[in-house]
């Protein structure tokens, strides 16, 4: 059974970046069947695809923030990186990684979620 958990600063300020790991447990971080996404909730509101990286290291994203954000893997240590730059106070959430399981269309697996404020 695949296990995510998410890491990172809990505080960060605007205009700086925002970087997230992904840590993938119970399960190869190369495997076709899935592909790693990221994904967020900002307070009171709906979740927020961000993008996902393919078993092949394709990665896909939101053309909302697609200027702005990175998806990554490390595959020796099992971890996937999001990276988004310059964030807002409005990009408080609440963020996480996900399998997206390619046979069915639906995410699987969720971590547990980072929660991240914005301010100064």
């Known amino acids: 059974q695949v296990q995510l958990q998410e890491s990172g600063p809990g505080l960060v300020k605007p205009s700086q970046m925002l970087s997230l790991t992904c840590t993938v447990s119970?399960?190869?971080?190369?495997?076709?069947?899935?592909?790693w996404s990221w994904i967020r909730q900002p307070p009171g509101k709906g979740l927020e695809w961000m993008g996902s990286?393919?078993?092949?290291?394709?990665?896909y994203y939101s053309p909302s923030i697609k200027s702005r954000t990175s998806i990554s893997r490390d595959t020796s240590k099992k971890e996937l990186t999001m990276q988004l730059s310059s964030v807002t106070p409005e990009e408080k959430a609440v963020y996480y990684c996900?399998?997206?399981?390619?046979?069915?269309?639906?995410?699987?697996?969720w971590g547990q979620g980072s929660q991240v404020s914005v301010s100064s």
């Open positions: 990286i393919g078993s092949d290291g394709s990665t």
């Open positions: 119970g399960g190869s971080i190369t495997t076709s069947r899935y592909r």
């Open positions: 996900a399998s997206w399981v390619r046979t069915t269309s639906e995410f699987g697996t």
